[in-house]
């Protein structure tokens, strides 16, 4: 394949070759990738799209490879990582605005040095504005759709500007997903609050998160998503699966909801527990576990576990 006119558009330190996947997503899982390009601006995002699609060339959007898990044979196409613009941060008022790729604890950051309080609860999720939006990702009673005044994104037709109620937000959902669409950046619309309040309560929840969550390990965070009127990890633990290992993934005795990594874990270790588990699960409670984390196949996101039984 010849990646010569994405070096010319973008730029010849935009554009790498032969990057292994396991070093972009916190699992530390995943083979090599064709090729990584950082779009720095929605035109040069445009482009990259355009251009794959005109091939065709199957491509993804990665914001920090938090709730990924990358396949051991990698991807066959174009990573996009923005950069750039989409690293913007400024305040007005009560108003953050930031690109997508900023970190969540950079708006938290923000937010705090702006004595604004409404964005505590993410502070800890190591996730970009992007992939928070496009997964309603939410901790302690917070979710990403209870911050946002609007959010811009990008699909087939073009840019457009929405307010939060047209982004179709449900838990670990929204119209982003839904869709397929990009999120290019984000107003976030907290309130005035007491700069050492908001400190207090970001170092609470950080404190929180260490001393439950298996921080010393590679992870993608919460494995499932919570099953309606239960928590998956309660589950886990009651179906005796606590410390349940395939080859270098397994199920954390500190919080179960948490696969970790314990060093060599591969995507199909993980893949081989997860499957496991939900039927496990099915068996002795009759409730089905979903993945929240999305993984990334050889063509693009596919669904983790093959349709088996009743869904
Ligand atoms: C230790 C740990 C703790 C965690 N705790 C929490 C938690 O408390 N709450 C929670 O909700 N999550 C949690 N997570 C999961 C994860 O951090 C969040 O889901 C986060 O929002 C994912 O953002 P990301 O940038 O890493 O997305 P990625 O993992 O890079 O991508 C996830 C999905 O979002 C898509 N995506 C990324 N950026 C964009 C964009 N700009 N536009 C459109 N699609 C995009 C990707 O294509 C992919 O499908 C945790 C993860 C870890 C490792």
């Not at 699992?27 to 794959?52: H, K, M, S, T, Y």
């Not at 990008?154 to 982004?167: F, S």
Request: with cysteine; net charge negative.
């Amino acid at each position: 394949m010849d990646f010569s006119k994405l070096r010319t558009v973008l730029g010849e330190e935009n554009v790498s070759q032969g990057v292994r996947l396991a070093d972009y997503t916190t699992f530390r899982i995943g083979g090599p990738a064709d090729i990584l390009v950082r779009p720095q601006n929605a035109e040069q995002l445009q482009g990259v799209i355009d251009w794959c699609q005109n091939l065709p060339l199957p491509w993804i959007l990665l914001g920090k490879g938090s709730n990924v898990l990358a396949n051991d044979e990698g991807f066959h196409g174009v990573v996009i990582c923005p950069e750039g613009d989409f690293l913007a941060i400024h305040t007005e008022g009560y108003q953050i605005h930031a690109g997508c790729g900023v970190s969540l604890a950079r708006v938290a950051r923000e937010a705090l040095d702006h004595e604004l309080t409404g964005m505590e609860f993410a502070s800890g999720i190591p996730g970009s504005l992007g992939g928070a939006v496009y997964m309603n990702a939410g901790a302690y009673g917070g979710e990403m759709s209870q911050v946002l005044s609007s959010i811009q994104y990008l699909d087939q037709t073009g840019i457009h500007t929405i307010g939060p109620d047209e982004a179709r937000f449900d838990y670990r959902n929204s119209r982003f997903m839904q869709e397929g669409s990009l999120v290019l950046g984000a107003v976030l619309h907290l309130k005035p609050g007491d700069r050492q309040q908001i400190q207090d309560q970001m170092q609470e929840l950080a404190r929180r998160r260490k001393e439950k969550q298996p921080l010393e390990y590679p992870s993608a965070g919460s494995m499932f998503k919570r099953p309606e009127g239960y928590f998956a990890g309660k589950l886990i633990q009651d179906a005796g699966l606590s410390g349940f290992t395939v080859g270098g993934a397994k199920i954390s005795e500190k919080h179960c909801g948490f696969v970790i990594n314990t060093g060599a874990a591969t995507a199909q270790d993980v893949r081989n527990l997860v499957q496991a588990v939900h039927d496990k699960v099915w068996e002795s409670f009759g409730v089905r576990i979903w993945p929240e984390v999305r993984y990334l196949g050889e063509w693009g996101w596919e669904p983790m576990l093959a349709p088996k039984g009743e869904a």
